[in-house]
């Protein structure tokens, strides 16, 4: 993570729909929020994007090696859920 960025891809609804907002946290494994990586963002539907993680916390500290979960929240929609493998 010292040297590398992570990239996390989604859409963003569907055609016709309206925009959305958008919200990406990352979590350790306890489910404990790490880092706020988009809060409240507006994304234009039936697009795909790209949010990048550089491996640091909300502070700026480099995370411990483990697994990171992600969460994308756009409104209307049910949560979607990934996983990250730090290691150094």
Same mark, same amino acid.
């Given at each position: 993570p010292s *040297? %590398?960025?992570v990239r996390i891809?989604? +859409?963003s609804g569907t055609a016709g729909s309206a925009d959305r907002n958008v919200r990406v946290e990352l979590f350790d494994f306890?489910?404990?929020r790490v880092r706020t990586l988009v809060n409240g963002a &507006? &994304?234009?539907a039936a697009m795909e994007f790209d949010e990048y993680w550089d491996g640091r916390d909300d502070q700026g500290r480099q995370v411990a090696n483990g697994v990171y979960i992600y969460r994308i929240d756009i409104d +209307? %929609? *049910?949560p979607r859920y990934g996983k990250i493998l730090v290691l150094q």
């Open positions: *040297q %590398e960025l891809h989604y +859409g306890g489910m404990n &507006r &994304r234009s +209307g %929609e *049910q």
